[in-house]
């Protein structure tokens, strides 16, 4: 396989077991995704275990893009945040505040980020943020946390973009109410 054959045409080698044609796959779309979920997550060890993990399961078989003239990179992505989401969630509590005290650099002084969080975490917005249905609440982590574009936000959830832009605009209006 060669780096100008398109995904559609790789996944169907890759289905084959062809190993090249998964070697291009994988030199083709690791990098931005580790790269968009090191901003859903700081740790890099937790991420190449889920990049890796990612295309397992592509290699495997185990992941198939049920329309190979589809979104690829939408589809790497679900894979990909879906599969962290899974390998936080196995995180126990002690092993994250572990984690966050070794990276620490001074016990003395909380960074300006930790800062913000613990507003964040104990203000009026995380109770605004935690009364919002878990639909909006996904939108806006997904557009306004992550980032991400209405187009990319409604790959990563599954809705259509409109879907996103009503949901979002419901959040932001309900936000609004609660912290006036």
Do not use: N
Request: glycine share 8%; aromatic share 4%.
């Amino acid at each position: 396989m060669t780096r100008t054959d398109g995904d559609a045409e790789l996944l169907a080698a890759i289905a084959r077991g062809d190993r090249s044609a998964f070697e291009v796959f994988y030199r083709r779309h690791a990098a931005w995704l580790q790269l968009r979920l090191r901003y859903r997550c700081a740790d890099r060890t937790v991420v190449d275990d889920v990049v890796q993990e990612t295309f397992l399961a592509v290699w495997r078989g185990s992941a198939r893009l049920r329309d190979p003239s589809g979104d690829v990179a939408g589809w790497l992505w679900r894979i990909g945040s879906r599969r962290l989401i899974d390998s936080l969630r196995g995180q126990s509590a002690g092993q994250r505040l572990l984690g966050r005290l070794a990276r620490r650099r001074h016990p003395d002084a909380p960074s300006a980020e930790e800062q913000v969080l613990l507003g964040v975490e104990h203000g009026d917005l995380a109770g605004a943020l935690s009364r919002l249905s878990p639909e909006l609440r996904a939108v806006v982590q997904a557009t306004v946390i992550d980032g991400l574009t209405t187009s990319e936000a409604a790959v990563l959830l599954g809705i259509p973009p409109g879907t996103v832009k009503t949901r979002a605009m419901r959040a932001r209006h309900q936000l609004r109410q609660d912290l006036a």
